[in-house]
């Protein structure tokens, strides 16, 4: 190791101990009361809209789609399904609101799942091929939409070379790749088995160097991947203002914002949405002012609403009123992404679609994830001759590992992917003078801007 590699490796380390020994000493309650402060000193008057219903419900009709992915997507049968489920989606499904279930149904002929809870509700998630599954409404027996078929224009996987196809390379791994210390990594990642990794795949300037999977999974299992999925959102956002469809710091042309000249949402700019600093009043769990309690007294949070509610999740997260000015506070909060993703089909709908085309083809060519790429879906989506906003939550996608490998190669294979138009500017954060920052939300960098979904 060169002096000056062993300088940087030494300032790194002595600027990472520096930070954990500061905030190692600070105390939450009050850098959480700061940021409160800070947030209401910009705070504007408006009113929170608590989400409808019963929250204990929402969180049953959360269990559903989780269930139901495992068993219908990712294939587990109903015994490991039912285990894994345990122990994924907490966040939309507490272990303690589970407790609430008294009857489990998993309709392999109908491809469904239904949970009644001790009230004697029941909340279903039925599975529709390529629109994935999809919480219906309580009392519903279908969704409101026609599935359509999604057919991919790629050749067959095993007749490319990655990245853009499956088959790997049969030479030796460069000389200098140690085999035994990424062998001794990938078998840590699986150590101890009660971690439950599922899949853990390394790639070495683009080239798969270890792989390994759970017992019964593959490439090709489709596992759940949550907020990985606002990579692919900020993926084709960036692909349409490439495109010359929108610019980055234009004032957002969302639904409903500009008809009031008195409406502060007509200053968020699409800037300030895609690093989760818009403003808009959409409640999250994780927000510092916000206190979970058995049943939500607080209230449901919106951020939780567009998992489990049922409902059209663009509309809901559009439709929210302003709760500070634009790029002055940063949430973590589902509002942002859902309302790139209104904008991305509006963009879709104004620039490249006309008569009878198809609104299914995304303008991405050089996107090229393989397989079937699962979105868990609300009781709105897309279909052929129906102009209905979609309801897709990208938060909520399955795909295998390798899909997420090619996104995050990104420009190294194929220059024509527009991650670095939009990058540096869009990754500012949000600054916090009571200390701390907010990612940016959509996407995530190394200090290279090698992007990381």
């Not at 699409?270 to 939500?296: C, H, K, N, T, W």
Request: proline residues 7%; charged residues 25%.
């Amino acid at each position: 190791m060169s002096n000056s590699i062993r300088a940087r490796t030494a300032a790194v380390v002595c600027l990472f101990v520096a930070v954990v020994a500061a905030c190692s000493g600070d105390d939450a309650d009050a850098r959480r009361s700061a940021l409160v402060a800070r947030a209401a000193e910009f705070e504007l008057d408006t009113e929170w809209e608590t989400p409808p219903g019963n929250p204990l419900e929402h969180s049953l009709a959360g269990f559903a789609k989780i269930l139901c992915s495992a068993v219908f997507i990712t294939g587990r049968d109903v015994a490991e399904a039912a285990e894994a489920a345990e122990n994924a989606g907490y966040f939309v499904s507490r272990p303690e609101e589970r407790t609430i279930v008294t009857d489990t149904v998993v309709d392999l002929d109908d491809r469904a799942v239904h949970l009644t809870m001790n009230n004697g509700v029941t909340r279903t998630a039925k599975f529709y091929d390529d629109q994935g599954c999809v919480t219906l409404p309580e009392g519903a027996e279908s969704v409101e939409f026609t599935p359509v078929k999604v057919t991919s224009n790629l050749p067959d996987a095993m007749s490319q070379p990655w990245p853009m196809g499956d088959v790997l390379p049969d030479e030796p791994l460069p000389a200098e790749v140690d085999e035994a210390k990424v062998a001794e990594a990938v078998a840590a990642a699986f150590d101890p088995p009660e971690g439950m990794t599922a899949a853990f795949v390394v790639t070495y300037k683009g080239r798969i160097i270890g792989e390994r999977y759970m017992e019964g999974l593959d490439k090709d299992t489709q596992l759940a991947s949550w907020s990985m999925g606002k990579s692919l959102t900020a993926t084709l956002m960036g692909t349409l203002i490439q495109q010359g469809v929108y610019e980055l710091w234009q004032e957002a042309p969302v639904d409903g914002w500009h008809e009031n000249p008195d409406d502060p949402r007509a200053a968020i700019r699409i800037g300030d949405i895609m690093r989760m600093s818009s403003g808009l009043r959409f409640v999250a769990p994780q927000d510092p002012d916000y206190e979970y309690g058995y049943g939500y007294p607080q209230g449901y949070p919106d951020h939780l609403y567009v998992y489990t509610g049922a409902i059209n999740s663009h509309e809901w997260a559009i439709t929210r009123p302003a709760q500070w000015p634009p790029n002055t506070v940063g949430r973590y909060r589902n509002s942002d992404p859902l309302t790139i993703n209104h904008l991305i089909r509006k963009g879709v709908e104004q620039e490249l679609v006309s008569g009878d085309r198809s609104l299914r083809k995304l303008p991405a060519p050089g996107i090229r994830v393989r397989h079937r790429t699962q979105l868990g879906t609300t009781r709105h989506a897309l279909s052929p001759g129906r102009r209905v906003e979609r309801g897709t939550h990208i938060a909520r996608r399955l795909g295998g590992v390798r899909q997420y490998h090619r996104a995050g190669l990104g420009g190294r294979w194929q220059a024509h992917l527009r991650w670095r138009l939009f990058l540096d500017q869009r990754h500012r954060v949000v600054p916090h003078p009571a200390g701390g920052v907010l990612h940016g939300g959509s996407r995530r960098t190394k200090h290279d801007h090698h992007p990381l979904p």
